[in-house]
């Protein structure tokens, strides 16, 4: 059975932290891994991940892939309140988009 | 706005009721997604249509059925609501299987 899995599901930051949020996975027919953000409502899309080694970068977040050892990781730098959040993993194994999803980690940046 | 538009957005149901979840996107996608997002578990896939004309069982499909009605519109049916469809509904679309969702704003729908 495929399975993601999140770590940690939640954390409490100071802002201006840095954090590290984790996704490993096993699955039969790796794709490609997403990370989203979900704040109050639906999730946005913030980075596709297929290859090993090439790290994404938006403003303070970045991203990791590594097949070898099967797990991907979010950095998210000088944290904002705005960063508050949960962020979803998602791991696509088949040829039809259809991703299995982490439970997600909670992120609260607190002033 | 482009994007992916849900209706309802909040929705309270009495056991055995049925009702309809509508989802549309107007980004001309092939492949539209019905998930459901329950506290501690993630977002569940409950079906999903890979394109116009063909709809398939995610990972928790029993109690729901879809219609993918055309390019456009696809919609999640509840035949006979139980409390464990308590969830946040969300519908989603992508272009094609190398792109990741577009999601809708959700549905909350509580059943009593």
């Known amino acids: 059975e495929d399975k993601v899995v999140q770590s940690p599901l939640s954390l409490v930051v100071h802002e201006g932290d840095t954090v590290t949020l984790n996704c490993s996975y096993e699955v039969t027919n790796f794709r490609s891994l997403l990370w989203y953000k979900q704040e109050k409502k639906a999730p946005t899309f913030l980075f596709m991940l297929?290859?090993?080694?090439i790290e994404k970068k938006s403003g303070r977040l970045s991203s990791i892939l590594d097949k070898k050892e099967l797990f991907s990781i979010l950095n998210i730098t000088a944290t904002q309140t705005g960063d508050s959040a949960i962020y979803l993993c998602?791991?696509?194994?088949?040829?039809?988009?259809?991703?299995?999803f982490g439970a997600g980690t909670q992120v609260v940046v607190t002033p | 706005n482009a994007g992916v538009t849900q209706t309802p957005k909040f929705q309270v149901l009495k056991t055995g009721q049925s009702m309809t979840l509508q989802c549309a996107q107007d980004?001309?996608?092939?492949?539209m997604y019905w998930y459901r997002q329950d506290p501690g578990m993630g977002l569940r896939l409950i079906y999903y249509?890979?394109?116009?004309?063909?709809?398939d069982k995610g990972e928790v499909p029993n109690g729901y059925n879809v219609s993918r009605l055309n390019k456009r519109e696809f919609s999640l049916r509840l035949e006979s609501a139980a409390p464990s469809q308590t969830s946040v509904y969300f519908c989603?679309?992508?272009?094609?299987?190398?792109?990741?969702?577009?999601f809708g704003s959700g549905t909350r729908l509580t059943v009593v």
């Open positions: 998602a791991v696509s194994t088949d040829s039809w988009g259809k991703f299995q």
């Open positions: 297929t290859s090993s080694g």
């Open positions: 989603a679309s992508s272009p094609d299987k190398n792109y990741g969702y577009t």
């Open positions: 980004m001309n996608h092939n492949s």
């Open positions: 249509s890979a394109s116009e004309g063909t709809t």
